[in-house]
């Protein structure tokens, strides 16, 4: 279930999520901040979401109210199942909500946790009796998971793949790696000199929204202008057919994600990040923000040395392009900076946060914080203090505790920085 909240207060908003995650443990919560974003354009993924709590003053500013977005969207067969917040002695906003398509309004002086759980239901109730759209916009990453699950149909039979007898361009494909959304990671030989690469592949036949294939194409240019040892190399981007691709170094040692499950000592663990914070040194001097950085996105070489990967959602600071949508959260909650789940402007300091909460779990072997839902868990990463790592030198726990601050201001102002400080320890 994927709820939308709209209100101007961070606090209200922040409040409705925790009440939301409590009473529903499994929703996608997404907060929308109508003064910093305006109202949406005509491309919004309203189908992504199942119900919209709209509050009725967005910007006094602009002097737009949420009963203006109800009339500008009102027609759109995707704009989710809405329910309108009003403030005390508001009942008239509230009919004309109504009248707008709105399908059920609680007044702000007396919602509670239990009158908004009864009002989603209802709002679900009402989901479930709309007839299902003739098309729905689908917004993917390309997350690329490691096994194929009965949806992901493979655009190549494993079996012609085994037999060698599929090639993209010069690069005859040996396994299936990984695969996400419409794209898909192979193992391939490159058949000028023999070597071994990994060819990521997006069927474009299949899009429905042009932004991803501006994202798969970004990824490779942001990557390709980008050089140090631990960083992935790209090697090349084309198309063959329908079938954009982009080649890179074939990385076998796995993913740092399954090097933490063995257990890591200090100075390993040390070591790692500052690689890491070496590698996000010499992207964030280009202007470049990871923004999803986590440990299945830290990968390795057969000689044991590590490459930053998945740069498909990074943000170039000095580009206005988006493509990503206005509003939309990015990141994974287990590593999302507290600036990323409150939908404000980020710089490269997101990314140590995220890198603080990798080396609390490397040193500690636990994670950062524990929740039965994203949801929770976001709302940790906002409000709740990282504790401190027993059994560990006092100068380490400053350092990551200096990495996890929820103000970027109060962390190392960069890479660096915090590059200096490892080295010190």
Same mark, same amino acid.
Do not use: C
């Given at each position: 279930?994927?709820?939308?909240?709209?209100?101007?207060?961070?606090?209200?908003?922040?409040?409705?999520?925790?009440?939301?995650?409590?009473?529903? @443990?499994?929703?996608?919560? #997404?907060?929308?901040?109508?003064?910093?974003?305006?109202?949406?354009?005509?491309?919004?993924?309203?189908?992504?979401?199942?119900?919209?709590? +709209?509050?009725?003053?967005?910007?006094?500013?602009?002097?737009?109210?949420?009963?203006?977005?109800?009339?500008?969207?009102?027609?759109? @067969?995707?704009?989710?199942? #809405?329910?309108?917040?009003?403030?005390?002695?508001?009942?008239?906003?509230?009919?004309?909500?109504?009248?707008?398509?709105?399908?059920?309004?609680?007044? $702000?002086?007396?919602?509670?946790?239990?009158?908004?759980?009864?009002?989603?239901?209802?709002?679900?109730?009402? $989901?479930?009796?709309? @007839?299902?759209?003739?098309?729905?916009?689908?917004?993917?990453?390309?997350? +690329?998971?490691?096994?194929?699950?009965?949806?992901?149909?493979?655009?190549?039979?494993?079996?012609?793949?085994?037999?060698?007898?599929?090639?993209?361009?010069?690069?005859?494909? /040996?396994?299936?790696?990984?695969?996400?959304?419409?794209?898909?990671?192979?193992?391939?030989?490159?058949?000028?000199?023999?070597?071994?690469?990994?060819?990521? %592949?997006?069927?474009?036949?299949? +899009?429905?929204?042009?932004?991803?294939?501006?994202?798969?194409?970004?990824?490779?240019?942001?990557?390709?202008?980008? *050089?140090?040892?631990?960083? %992935?190399?790209?090697? *090349?981007?084309?198309?063959?057919?329908?079938?954009?691709?982009?080649?890179?170094?074939?990385?076998?040692?796995?993913?740092?994600?399954?090097?933490?499950?063995?257990?890591?000592?200090?100075?390993?663990?040390?070591?790692?990040?500052?690689? %890491?914070?070496?590698?996000?040194?010499?992207?964030?001097?280009?202007?470049?923000?990871?923004?999803?950085?986590?440990? $299945?996105? %830290?990968?390795?070489?057969?000689?044991?040395?590590?490459?930053?990967?998945?740069?498909?959602?990074? $943000?170039?600071?000095?580009?206005?392009? *988006?493509?990503?949508?206005?509003?939309?959260?990015?990141?994974?909650?287990?590593?999302?900076?507290?600036?990323? /789940?409150?939908?404000?402007?980020?710089?490269?300091?997101?990314?140590?946060?995220?890198?603080?909460?990798?080396?609390?779990?490397?040193?500690?072997?636990?994670?950062?914080?524990?929740?039965?839902?994203?949801?929770?868990?976001?709302?940790?990463?906002?409000? *709740?203090?990282?504790?401190? /790592?027993?059994?560990? @030198?006092?100068?380490?726990?400053? /350092?990551?505790?200096?990495?996890?601050?929820?103000?970027?201001?109060?962390?190392?102002?960069?890479?660096?920085?915090?590059?200096?400080?490892?080295?010190?320890?």
């Amino acid at each position: 279930m994927n709820i939308l909240i709209v209100d101007d207060s961070e606090d209200y908003r922040m409040l409705l999520q925790r009440w939301i995650g409590e009473a529903f @443990p499994d929703a996608m919560i #997404t907060q929308y901040d109508p003064i910093a974003k305006g109202m949406p354009g005509a491309e919004y993924p309203w189908g992504d979401y199942d119900v919209l709590i +709209l509050d009725y003053q967005l910007d006094q500013d602009s002097g737009v109210d949420g009963l203006d977005w109800l009339a500008e969207f009102k027609n759109d @067969p995707e704009f989710p199942v #809405t329910i309108f917040l009003t403030g005390q002695g508001d009942e008239s906003l509230a009919v004309k909500a109504l009248k707008l398509g709105a399908e059920d309004y609680l007044s $702000k002086a007396s919602v509670t946790e239990e009158k908004l759980k009864l009002a989603i239901d209802d709002a679900l109730q009402a $989901k479930a009796r709309r @007839p299902t759209p003739a098309h729905r916009l689908v917004d993917s990453h390309d997350r +690329l998971e490691a096994r194929p699950s009965a949806q992901f149909q493979p655009f190549f039979s494993e079996k012609e793949v085994a037999l060698g007898n599929v090639s993209v361009g010069r690069y005859r494909l /040996i396994k299936l790696i990984a695969y996400g959304g419409m794209a898909a990671l192979y193992l391939a030989t490159d058949e000028r000199d023999g070597s071994q690469v990994a060819i990521k %592949i997006l069927d474009t036949s299949q +899009l429905t929204d042009q932004r991803t294939l501006g994202r798969f194409i970004r990824e490779y240019y942001l990557m390709a202008e980008l *050089e140090h040892p631990n960083l %992935i190399k790209v090697f *090349e981007q084309g198309y063959r057919g329908p079938l954009a691709y982009i080649t890179m170094e074939y990385l076998p040692g796995g993913d740092l994600y399954d090097y933490m499950e063995s257990g890591v000592d200090l100075v390993t663990a040390t070591a790692l990040i500052r690689d %890491i914070a070496g590698a996000l040194s010499v992207m964030h001097k280009a202007g470049i923000v990871h923004r999803d950085l986590k440990p $299945k996105n %830290i990968m390795f070489r057969a000689d044991g040395s590590l490459a930053v990967t998945d740069l498909g959602v990074s $943000k170039k600071l000095s580009e206005n392009v *988006e493509l990503t949508y206005s509003g939309e959260i990015v990141g994974t909650p287990i590593y999302i900076s507290p600036e990323q /789940i409150l939908g404000r402007e980020i710089d490269h300091r997101s990314d140590l946060y995220s890198l603080g909460v990798i080396y609390f779990e490397l040193v500690s072997g636990e994670r950062l914080f524990m929740a039965n839902s994203p949801t929770a868990l976001m709302y940790k990463h906002v409000h *709740e203090e990282p504790r401190l /790592i027993e059994g560990v @030198p006092d100068k380490l726990n400053a /350092i990551i505790q200096h990495m996890l601050k929820k103000d970027p201001d109060e962390r190392y102002p960069d890479a660096e920085i915090l590059q200096l400080q490892l080295k010190m320890l």
